[in-house]
């Protein structure tokens, strides 16, 4: 037996915020959650695998365009054609969906159900699926430890979404349980969703998050896709892989320009590092300037040439585009030229690493600011402005010091 385990399909994910970057390759990166469904549907058939199982996400929020569903349920038809069954439950995203909530899929999805647990078995292929969706997104219930005990003689399979306990503090914390309450049920292997980073947490019991099929942004880096299962004879777990999905790609490309002298050098090392970066599928890179370097004032104070002389060189590659530079660099006496230099700059520096070292503080001081409430939607999120994320407000406060200390250097 074959299955294919995906989660997390957040198809038509708006992508917000791509319209700020010039020449941001806005249509490939909007249609590459569909793509990346496209692909999962011609994996399952390629590998004939026996079912199709769906952990939650499949769609992105609650929005009214139902053209979303429609592309989702012709997938899904497709696999109908083919005879592949399809098992899902809801996730957090998907109890906000009203499409979600009123269109009809084809005979093969079975949608278990949200009011308690459910068990769909396929006595044919051997496999007896248990899952329970969400009723509503904000739910905080522990599902697994209602899920029934397992069937004798057939695999049994946990389809949860959930955020397991420990380690996974960036993802927000619904239907938790821990590995021990998945455990417990005895089952031969758990697929999760909820969490976008590929994961085998367990093998005995197998127990996976696959991550989402194609990366959103920024944060969500590398590749991604799914899992094929397959079963042997003694129904269990022969071999768990990886497929990739994604048509897009996001990567970070730290670039140590330690000892470099001018503008010129750190754009030369910048550039040789686009030309190791594969160019099989559209990349969306963020490049970081890393190290001591006595160009550090200059590339603050000429930070807009060279995000435009990178994004040029960037372009030199059809399927290659620079999202973003960030500048952490630092003087070459250890980022401290600014001791002596300036009474201001040495005060503003103390007020900022204080400030950094109280987080909650610092975040009590940026909500009462009137300005927080006029941030549009659109400019929200992982990749965009995040009052709320003391990591965010952090880099902010260090970004501006080294603005005002380029200026500084600049004037003197």
Same mark, same amino acid.
């Given at each position: 037996?074959?299955?294919?385990?995906?989660?997390?399909?957040?198809?038509?994910?708006?992508?917000?915020?791509?319209?700020?970057?010039?020449?941001?390759?806005?249509?490939?990166?909007?249609?590459?959650?569909?793509?990346?469904?496209?692909?999962?549907?011609?994996?399952?058939?390629?590998?004939?695998?026996?079912?199709?199982?769906?952990?939650?996400? @499949?769609?992105?929020?609650?929005?009214?365009?139902?053209?979303?569903?429609?592309?989702?349920?012709?997938?899904?038809?497709?696999?109908?054609?083919?005879?592949?069954?399809?098992?899902?439950?809801?996730?957090?995203?998907?109890?906000?969906?009203?499409?979600? =909530?009123?269109?009809?899929?084809?005979?093969? @999805?079975?949608?278990?159900?949200?009011?308690?647990?459910?068990?769909?078995?396929?006595?044919?292929?051997?496999?007896?699926?248990?899952?329970?969706?969400?009723? =509503?997104?904000?739910?905080?219930?522990?599902?697994?430890?209602?899920?029934?005990? =397992?069937?004798?003689?057939?695999?049994? @399979?946990?389809?949860?979404?959930?955020?397991?306990?420990?380690?996974?503090?960036?993802?927000?914390?619904?239907?938790?349980?821990?590995?021990?309450?998945?455990?417990?049920?005895?089952?031969?292997?758990?697929?999760?969703?909820?969490?976008?980073?590929?994961?085998?947490?367990?093998?005995?019991?197998?127990?996976?998050?696959?991550?989402?099929?194609?990366?959103?942004?920024?944060?969500?880096?590398?590749?991604?896709?799914?899992?094929? @299962?397959?079963?042997?004879?003694?129904?269990?777990?022969?071999?768990?892989?990886?497929?990739?999905?994604?048509?897009?790609?996001?990567?970070?490309?730290?670039?140590?320009?330690?000892?470099?002298?001018?503008?010129?050098?750190?754009?030369?090392?910048?550039?040789?590092? +686009?030309?190791?970066?594969?160019?099989?599928?559209?990349?969306?890179?963020?490049?970081?300037?890393?190290?001591?370097?006595?160009?550090?004032?200059?590339?603050?104070?000429?930070?807009?040439?060279?995000?435009?002389?990178?994004?040029?060189?960037?372009?030199?590659?059809?399927?290659?585009?620079?999202?973003?530079?960030? $500048?952490?660099?630092?003087?070459?006496?250890?980022?401290?030229?600014?001791?002596?230099?300036?009474?201001?700059?040495?005060?503003?520096?103390?007020?900022?690493?204080?400030?950094?070292?109280?987080?909650?503080?610092?975040?009590?001081?940026?909500?009462?600011?009137?300005?927080?409430?006029? $941030?549009?939607?659109?400019?929200?999120?992982?990749?965009?402005?995040?009052?709320?994320?003391?990591?965010?407000?952090?880099?902010?406060?260090?970004?501006? +010091?080294?603005?005002?200390?380029?200026?500084?250097?600049?004037?003197?």
């Amino acid at each position: 037996m074959k299955i294919l385990h995906a989660a997390d399909l957040h198809v038509d994910s708006p992508l917000r915020g791509l319209s700020r970057y010039e020449g941001a390759p806005e249509d490939d990166l909007r249609l590459a959650t569909r793509r990346a469904l496209d692909n999962l549907v011609r994996l399952a058939i390629d590998l004939a695998v026996d079912a199709v199982l769906l952990a939650g996400d @499949v769609y992105d929020g609650d929005w009214n365009d139902y053209q979303t569903g429609l592309h989702f349920s012709k997938q899904m038809s497709i696999l109908k054609q083919a005879g592949i069954p399809v098992y899902m439950v809801s996730g957090n995203h998907d109890a906000k969906n009203r499409v979600m =909530r009123t269109l009809k899929l084809p005979a093969n @999805v079975h949608v278990l159900a949200t009011g308690e647990p459910e068990t769909v078995r396929n006595e044919e292929a051997g496999l007896a699926v248990h899952g329970q969706g969400f009723a =509503r997104w904000d739910l905080t219930d522990n599902l697994a430890i209602g899920y029934p005990v =397992r069937d004798g003689g057939l695999f049994n @399979v946990g389809l949860l979404h959930t955020g397991l306990e420990g380690g996974y503090s960036e993802h927000k914390r619904y239907a938790p349980c821990t590995v021990a309450d998945l455990e417990a049920r005895n089952y031969d292997y758990w697929a999760l969703g909820h969490v976008h980073k590929q994961e085998i947490v367990s093998r005995e019991p197998w127990i996976v998050y696959p991550g989402n099929i194609q990366g959103r942004h920024a944060r969500e880096t590398g590749p991604k896709g799914c899992v094929v @299962v397959t079963v042997d004879d003694r129904l269990r777990v022969a071999s768990v892989e990886h497929h990739d999905l994604d048509t897009a790609r996001w990567a970070h490309e730290e670039v140590d320009v330690t000892g470099r002298n001018d503008i010129d050098q750190v754009l030369s090392l910048a550039e040789e590092r +686009f030309q190791e970066i594969p160019q099989g599928r559209l990349t969306a890179v963020r490049v970081t300037l890393l190290g001591a370097t006595s160009a550090h004032t200059a590339l603050w104070r000429d930070r807009e040439r060279i995000l435009n002389e990178l994004r040029a060189a960037a372009g030199q590659f059809p399927n290659l585009w620079l999202e973003k530079v960030k $500048i952490r660099t630092s003087g070459e006496d250890g980022g401290d030229s600014r001791e002596g230099a300036s009474g201001i700059l040495t005060d503003l520096h103390r007020t900022l690493a204080a400030l950094g070292a109280d987080p909650e503080g610092l975040l009590a001081r940026l909500s009462s600011h009137p300005l927080i409430g006029r $941030i549009p939607a659109e400019s929200k999120g992982p990749e965009g402005i995040a009052p709320n994320d003391p990591a965010w407000v952090r880099g902010l406060a260090d970004e501006a +010091f080294q603005l005002v200390e380029s200026l500084f250097q600049e004037g003197r």
